[in-house]
């Protein structure tokens, strides 16, 4: 008797490892130079969905200095979109930055 068992799970655990990757996983935050943020001796910062086919909703906190500011932004960044804005890293010297709270696929 030929026995496939441990193959079988073996194989199932394998899988496609790509479908085993979390949303998050798949968010990039990025900075770049604008004249704006640079008034504010900062950068702007961005946030990219770069999964293949998927969309993805983002809820973020902002915090300034070391204050989380009240209320949470929830965007939905589309496959192959171009990088939402988040605003500045610094605010009057202050520096500020999003932090990443849930991530989830949207179907």
């Not at 441990?6 to 194989?11: C, D, G, H, Q, Y």
């Not at 605003?87 to 990443?100: A, D, R, Y």
């Amino acid at each position: 008797m030929v026995r496939y068992g441990p193959v079988i799970v073996a194989l199932f655990l394998c899988g496609d490892l790509q479908a085993t990757k979390a949303p998050r996983d798949y968010l990039r935050l990025m900075e770049t130079f604008t004249s704006n943020c640079m008034l504010h001796e900062g950068s702007l910062l961005l946030i990219e969905n770069t999964h293949p086919s998927n969309a993805i909703e983002v809820t973020l906190e902002r915090v300034l200095g070391d204050v989380r500011q009240p209320g949470r932004s929830v965007i939905v960044l589309k496959a192959k979109a171009e990088p939402t804005k988040l605003g500045c890293n610094s605010q009057g010297g202050i520096k500020q930055h999003w932090e990443i709270i849930e991530a989830a696929f949207v179907d």
